[in-house]
């Protein structure tokens, strides 16, 4: 059973940053693709990044492309998504992701899931 922990959502005026974490229990965690996904209300779920097990390898949505960085630590079982110049736009739940394919792009694919954790950007 996977677990998958997201933490680092909050409350930022635009043109703020925020980094979010997530931390997964698995023992095998290098072997696996991540990537983080958002959903505002209203919306269906979207992609954002995501990274092939190696770390080597990133894919970005057009709409955070030069402005969120994603990255993996896989000593620690924990995968990141660095957000800069935040725009209201940006508001949404954000979950991260797991599955061992690569690249990660449709939800419907996605295999482990975590619980989301909200971003909320003011303007």
């Known amino acids: 059973q996977v677990q998958l922990v997201e933490s680092g959502g909050g409350l930022v005026q635009a043109g703020g940053s925020l980094r979010l974490s997530c931390a997964a229990s698995?023992?095998?965690?290098?072997?696996?693709?991540m990537g983080w996904f958002r959903q505002a209300p209203g919306k269906e779920r979207e992609f954002v990044a995501a990274?092939?097990?190696?770390?080597?390898?990133?894919d970005y949505s057009d709409s955070v492309k030069g402005r969120f960085t994603i990255s993996r630590d896989s000593a620690k079982n924990t995968v990141y998504l660095q957000m800069n110049s935040l725009e209201p736009e940006d508001t949404a739940v954000y979950y991260c992701?797991?599955?061992?394919?690569?690249?990660?792009?449709?939800?419907?694919?996605?295999?482990?899931w975590g619980q989301g954790t909200q971003v909320t950007v003011s303007s």
């Open positions: 698995i023992g095998i965690f290098r072997r696996y693709s």
């Open positions: 992701a797991l599955d061992s394919s690569y690249p990660l792009r449709s939800p419907q694919r996605i295999g482990s």
């Open positions: 990274t092939d097990w190696s770390g080597l390898n990133t």
